[in-house]
């Protein structure tokens, strides 16, 4: 009751240790396997670590995985086409990973205002061509105002080599057309984390909580439901003396919900708890007279005996299948004679 997610540490050793372990299924934006082959490599020691895994995982950065994993952990290796990039790549060992980086590039090397820096990265993400064209031009040999000012130096005028320059330009198109600017890769990591924190700290009511989540894809509660295993947490069958709507904890174990069986709606589901909440249903009979009403249907009843709602009942699935008409019949009389004041002899 007194969890506050805005107030979890962003350093938390754990979570970081199960992220770069691999161990993400759940975990937003970091569970596919390719992402978990990723975390195995660089092995993350912080959010700056994820921000950069996050933004290298896409079409434009990704060739660059291999490179940054290398340097990351060999350091010494690292090398520049231009020692003017060292500045703007080393937090990145050496790789250009975010929008940012585009922007310094062309500002340091080429001379470019902040201003005219963005309006190129914005090109280069649309697939501008024409202005990308131009605006190479321009990175290498610089433009002048027509007075004579000059507006930016360009490259060669600062000291790069033109092949260098030409290089550089290359790798920054291709990466800038997919590539995430760091403060929404960022943004993007933290609720990662806030995940991945949650399933490390709070496991079972985390994976609960996913199961609900995805509870119209058969898939996916078949693939966390396999997390769970792993993890050690048995999910256990439906009961409609102990099910709730959704998945919920029980003990050491999450309860499978109800809304998973087919043929049964909400309105159906609460009208269970609700009396359940007067007293525990005994028997089928039981569960059938006092669930009479507007929801009330034998496909329902079907549902909860073949998902295995009503094996503490003592019955096996075959026979109550195979009583379920009789019982119903009885069940709709007994509701009639009591709305008419009788008794009959179950009431006895």
């Not at 975990?27 to 195995?40: A, D, I, P, Y």
């Not at 340091?108 to 990308?132: F, P």
Request: net charge neutral; proline share 3%; glycine share 8%.
């Amino acid at each position: 009751p007194d969890f506050d997610i805005t107030k979890i540490f962003l350093d938390d050793k754990e979570t970081i240790k199960m992220m770069a372990d691999g161990f993400t299924e759940g975990v937003f934006q970091f569970e596919s396997e390719g992402m978990k082959n990723v975390l195995r490599s660089f092995g993350p020691e912080n959010l700056e670590d994820l921000t950069a895994i996050l933004s290298l995982y896409r079409p434009g950065p990704r060739k660059s995985i291999p490179t940054y994993i290398y340097n990351r952990h060999n350091p010494d290796k690292i090398t520049y086409k231009t020692q003017l990039l060292k500045p703007i790549l080393d937090i990145t060992y050496g790789c250009i990973v975010y929008q940012e980086q585009v922007m310094q590039i062309f500002r340091s090397l080429a001379g470019y205002s902040l201003g005219r820096a963005d309006i190129v990265r914005r090109a280069m993400s649309k697939k501008k061509h024409e202005v990308m064209k131009k605006e190479r031009e321009t990175f290498l040999y610089g433009e002048k105002a027509e007075d004579g000012t000059v507006l930016c130096e360009g490259a060669l005028a600062r000291g790069v080599e033109k092949s260098v320059a030409e290089e550089i330009y290359d790798d920054v198109a291709l990466f800038s057309s997919y590539a995430f600017n760091k403060s929404h890769a960022a943004a993007y990591t933290v609720v990662a984390y806030e995940t991945a924190y949650l399933k490390c700290h709070y496991t079972r009511e985390y994976m609960a909580a996913l199961l609900s989540s995805v509870l119209a894809f058969g898939g996916k509660v078949t693939r966390y439901s396999a997390e769970c295993a792993r993890l050690g947490i048995k999910i256990l069958p439906p009961d409609v003396n102990e099910s709730d709507l959704n998945f919920t904890v029980s003990g050491n174990n999450i309860r499978f919900g109800m809304l998973a069986i087919k043929n049964l709606g909400a309105g159906f589901i609460k009208r269970i708890i609700e009396l359940r909440s007067e007293r525990k249903f005994e028997t089928m009979y039981d569960f059938c007279v006092r669930m009479q009403g507007r929801d009330f249907n034998r496909r329902a009843v079907e549902g909860l005996i073949k998902s295995g709602a009503m094996d503490s009942f003592g019955y096996n699935r075959r026979q109550m299948l195979q009583g379920l008409d009789l019982v119903i019949n009885a069940a709709e009389q007994e509701a009639e004679r009591s709305a008419g004041g009788q008794m009959s002899l179950f009431d006895a």
